[in-house]
């Protein structure tokens, strides 16, 4: 187990870095060793819409909590489960000029994640060659994971406010969902072992799209958001 622990904390902590702020990697270990991690009211990052190279900027995100069981002792038959819930994010305009400001220090911060990236990502490869290299075992049993796992998602509210673009008024647009479930097609069978391929079944429940145009100045998230309950958004 210590392999597969190695390369799930690695691929954790990389990706949820980059999202999230101030992530506890000393919680994230312990719990990855006794298969059970949990992580509970997550900021995150302002800069987490950098990727999109747009004139975008974080004014609110939280996640509620993140939950991951791995059962290092059944690996083979049981399924790792991702369960990330009341994810809430407000995304705001920048100005001309600050997004140009924005813009250069995104591109010097890109530039040193791809740095940092590939010499992580040369790890990974490194450790996923030791994984699937040469032990048929070990093989079948990292496909078989990828196979299984199970990734559900629930409360989540993602919205744009934009009180720049029109004089005078603030609109909103955002998108909420209930719950998003990926898990494993069964009547596909089993994966082909030379070419493996992952057919997974995803369920959408209560999938909303709204345009709220408020002819006031005035905030309809923004700070404010983060003192009322997720419930007052759906």
């Given at each position: 187990?210590?392999?597969?622990?190695?390369?799930?904390?690695?691929?954790?902590?990389?990706?949820?870095?980059?999202?999230?702020?101030?992530?506890?990697?000393?919680?994230?270990?312990m719990?990855?060793?006794?298969?059970?991690?949990?992580?509970?009211?997550?900021?995150?990052?302002?800069?987490?819409?950098?990727?999109?190279?747009?004139?975008?900027?974080?004014?609110?995100?939280?996640?509620?909590?993140?939950?991951?069981?791995?059962?290092?002792?059944?690996?083979?038959?049981?399924?790792?489960?991702?369960?990330?819930?009341?994810?809430?994010?407000?995304?705001?305009?920048?100005?001309?000029?600050?997004?140009?400001?924005?813009?250069?220090?995104?591109?010097?911060?890109?530039?040193?994640?791809?740095?940092?990236?590939?010499?992580?990502?040369?790890?990974?490869?490194?450790?996923?060659?030791?994984?699937?290299?040469?032990?048929?075992?070990?093989?079948?049993?990292?496909?078989?994971?990828?196979?299984?796992?199970?990734v559900?998602?629930?409360?989540?509210?993602?919205?744009?406010?934009?009180?720049?673009?029109?004089?005078?008024?603030?609109?909103?647009?955002?998108?909420?969902?209930?719950?998003?479930?990926?898990?494993?097609?069964?009547?596909?069978?089993?994966?082909?072992?030379?070419?493996?391929l992952?057919?997974?079944v995803?369920?959408?429940?209560?999938?909303?799209?709204?345009?709220?145009?408020?002819?006031?100045?005035?905030?309809?998230?923004?700070?404010?958001?983060?003192?009322?309950?997720?419930e007052?958004?759906?």
């Amino acid at each position: 187990n210590t392999m597969f622990e190695g390369v799930i904390s690695s691929i954790l902590t990389k990706y949820l870095s980059r999202y999230v702020q101030n992530l506890n990697t000393e919680q994230l270990s312990m719990g990855l060793f006794g298969g059970d991690i949990e992580l509970l009211d997550l900021e995150v990052r302002d800069d987490a819409l950098d990727g999109m190279h747009l004139p975008l900027q974080v004014k609110r995100g939280t996640i509620g909590r993140i939950h991951m069981q791995i059962p290092w002792r059944s690996l083979g038959s049981s399924p790792i489960v991702v369960t990330v819930s009341d994810i809430l994010l407000v995304a705001a305009p920048l100005s001309n000029q600050v997004w140009e400001e924005e813009e250069e220090r995104k591109l010097a911060r890109i530039k040193k994640r791809k740095q940092l990236d590939k010499m992580e990502q040369q790890r990974l490869e490194d450790a996923h060659q030791t994984l699937s290299g040469g032990d048929t075992f070990t093989k079948r049993l990292l496909q078989k994971i990828l196979d299984n796992i199970v990734v559900n998602i629930t409360n989540v509210h993602i919205c744009y406010e934009d009180s720049v673009s029109l004089p005078e008024q603030t609109f909103t647009f955002g998108i909420s969902l209930e719950s998003l479930i990926l898990q494993k097609d069964s009547s596909r069978g089993d994966e082909n072992e030379s070419t493996p391929l992952y057919y997974k079944v995803v369920e959408l429940s209560s999938f909303t799209a709204y345009l709220n145009p408020n002819p006031r100045k005035e905030t309809l998230l923004g700070r404010q958001v983060g003192h009322l309950p997720l419930e007052a958004f759906k």
